[in-house]
């Protein structure tokens, strides 16, 4: 292990000791960073460390007689990656201008919003998250030899898999209650209009919220992301189809790129109401089957060890999705869930939302990992 | 020397991070809580709940295996996490009907290992009482 990555590695563990007790791992950005606390930073790269699930650039910038060594953050290497940058992007030695927002617990930590490399006045590390063009004339969806639409790879071995969620927070259908992409209120009082929760469960959801969801599983301990929040991370989801062995494979680019089977062999949920219910799952027990163009999952047996949404609704083992896949045109999936909790709910509600095929790539190979912020 | 500093890092990294390693994010009351009650701490017992939440209402027993006792009137006010038990039991040492109620707070909602305390009364005696979700 070098010095330098020894001092990352002790600058790192010294900003989450700082942040103790509520430490921050990997996390959604709004759990970190304080929107309303803008900072400019000019500083010499004295390292980069490129891995998942975030980017760090550390950078001495001078102020008045004394140099304070920064951690620059940024997006995923897969994100930056997409956009063209490779991990040589930025040497050490390099001058940097980074203009971001600092952390919320004071410490020498920035998300950056622009970094640009002084010398050349080049902007650099900008992600663009451009959804795929939409053909002029809408393809329709390819069939398989049964008749049904193929929600994976078309017939001729066509590479490609679900991302670009039309929505990347659950709320009911009707709410118009105002969030962040991550799921953040943007006024935590109006937390009773996102979905019809027990009482327990709306102040948990509001506790939740005034923490900036930094507790949340899925990126604090890599839990993964079960639910319909899987159909909402930036890595997108691919079908995989097995007829037969009368089953689909759901595989995940994001969370901990885990994977998921939809059984379509006319099998049953075990045992009581709750499923499965000696050995409850992150993503719960899925019985699937055919109403005409659509694709409908049951799915119960969910254990309670994570969140199932961005933005930390909470659920209880009670939980049962009914969910529907219909594939409008070759490039557009509707996705479409009704969420039963009699334990955290009042009543059953429903939501949904589009995704777009990317077509000719595999899931991108993004890791979440324990621990590193 | 290296290999070292690296690994006293991750364990820092890892135990900062241990309040929460394994939350469990449903009913906070809901699992298994282990602690003490007594009428003072030089004379305080262990004791262990096993609590449940159906959606509609906290179910349990108290000190399961041994004396058992069954949570009743068990409720949750979400406003200050305000925790309500009673119990019907027997006196240990002339075996007379005890009927305990406790009133507590949970404490570190966020985390798995949370916290209720407050106190506890059962016929002539009370005292302080806390247990933590295991």
């Known amino acids: 292990m070098s010095i330098r990555s020894t001092r990352l590695a002790l600058l790192l563990g010294g900003s989450l000791l700082a942040a103790a007790p509520t430490v ?165 009082a109006e937390a009773d209009k996102v979905a019809p929760m027990q009482p327990w469960a709306l102040a948990l959801y509001k506790e939740r919220q005034r923490r900036f969801l930094q507790d949340d599983p899925t990126y604090l301990n890599c839990k993964p992301p079960g ?77 309670e060890d994570f969140w199932f949404t961005n933005g930390g609704l909470p659920h209880t083992e009670q939980l049962r999705l009914v969910e529907r896949f219909t594939r409008s045109d070759f490039d557009t999936l509707r996705y479409e869930v009704t969420i039963e909790d009699p334990g955290a709910y009042t009543r059953n509600w429903s939501t949904g939302w589009t995704m777009r095929w990317v077509a000719d790539q595999e899931l991108p190979k993004h890791f979440c990992q324990d621990n590193r912020p | 020397m290296k290999t070292a500093i690296f690994r006293v890092s991750l364990l820092v990294l890892c135990v900062a991070a241990g309040g929460s390693l394994l939350a469990q994010e449903g009913h906070p009351l809901k699992g298994s809580w282990i602690g003490t009650w007594g009428p003072s701490k030089a004379h305080s017992s262990d004791i262990i709940l096993t609590l449940n939440w159906d959606g509609k209402a906290i179910t349990g027993v108290i000190n399961p295996g041994t004396d058992n006792m069954e949570v009743k009137n068990a409720s949750l006010n979400p406003e200050g996490w305000l925790v309500h038990i009673e119990a019907d039991g027997k006196n240990a040492a002339n075996g007379q009907a005890v009927h305990y109620v406790i009133d507590g707070k949970i404490d570190n909602l966020a985390f798995r290992n949370r916290t209720v305390t407050g106190t506890w009364k059962g016929g002539s005696e009370s005292g302080a009482f806390k247990i933590q979700r295991q």
């Open chain 1, 24 to 188: 921050i791992a990997h996390h959604a950005i709004a759990a970190k960073f304080d929107e309303t606390k803008s900072v400019t930073l000019n500083g010499i790269v004295t390292d980069v460390d490129w891995k998942n699930p975030h980017v760090h650039i550390l950078i001495n910038v001078k102020t008045g007689n004394d140099v304070v060594n920064w951690a620059v953050e940024l997006e995923s290497p897969i994100a930056l990656q997409q956009s063209g940058w490779a991990s040589d992007a930025v040497q050490v030695g390099d001058t940097l201008t980074v203009q971001g927002i600092s952390a919320r617990n004071g410490s020498k930590q920035a998300w950056a919003r622009s970094v640009v490399m002084t010398k050349t006045g080049r902007q650099i590390l900008m992600v663009r998250n451009t959804m795929p063009p939409a053909p002029l004339q809408p393809r329709p969806a390819p069939k398989g030899a049964d008749g049904k639409p193929r929600l994976g790879a078309a017939p001729g071995g066509v590479l490609g898999y679900w991302a670009y969620p039309s929505a990347t927070v659950l709320k009911d259908k009707d709410s118009n209650v105002a969030m962040d992409a991550s799921g953040l209120l943007k006024n935590v």
């Open chain 1, 227 to 303: 639910g319909p929040r899987q159909f909402q991370q930036p890595e997108g989801v691919q079908f995989v189809e097995d007829p037969v062995r009368q089953r689909i494979f759901l595989l995940l680019g994001g969370g901990n790129s885990n994977y998921r089977i939809l059984w379509m062999d006319g099998r049953g949920h075990k045992g009581q109401v709750g499923g499965d219910d000696d050995n409850p799952l992150y993503y719960g027990r899925a019985v699937a089957q055919w109403e005409g163009d659509t694709l409908v999952v049951d799915t119960r047996g969910f254990n």
